[in-house]
């Protein structure tokens, strides 16, 4: 039966730095971002993300991040694969998680967060998951 947990989250940490640029072309920056969820879905995020940047601003982002807290009444943790892209102010990302990754009362887990937003400081989510 797949459930549906709704929660806010907020960056507590953000450090973002670039290891490759060329002149005009591409640039490569690999971040590292302490995240804090309040809500069904409560606990503490560690994400270390890849970004390429194009010339027109955009960005293609890869990342895993691995949450540690509680989905209701079950604790444990459990890690996201994030893939996404960065345009026009807007990023749309998709956050999966990684099969097997589950701990503790978590084990077991699957599911998704689509993610779509611009700049703020708190951002709502829908978790929809399951567990096997």
Do not use: W
């Not at 960056?11 to 072309?25: C, D, F, H, K, R």
């Not at 982002?61 to 694969?81: A, M, P």
């Amino acid at each position: 039966m797949s459930m549906k947990a709704q929660s806010s989250f907020k960056l507590t940490e953000a450090n973002e730095i670039p290891y490759s640029e060329v002149g005009e072309g591409s640039k490569l920056t690999r971040g590292y971002f302490e995240v804090e969820y309040n809500g069904e879905l409560q606990g503490k995020g560690d994400l270390q993300e890849l970004k390429c940047y194009l010339p027109d601003d955009s960005a293609t982002v890869y990342g895993f991040e691995r949450i540690t807290g509680r989905i209701g009444d079950k604790s444990g943790s459990f890690v996201l694969e994030h893939v996404g892209k960065f345009e026009n102010g807007l990023l749309k990302s998709k956050r999966n998680v990684v099969q097997g990754s589950g701990t503790g009362e978590l084990t077991g887990i699957v599911g998704e967060i689509n993610f779509e937003s611009g700049s703020a400081e708190e951002f709502q989510i829908t978790f929809n998951y399951y567990f096997e």
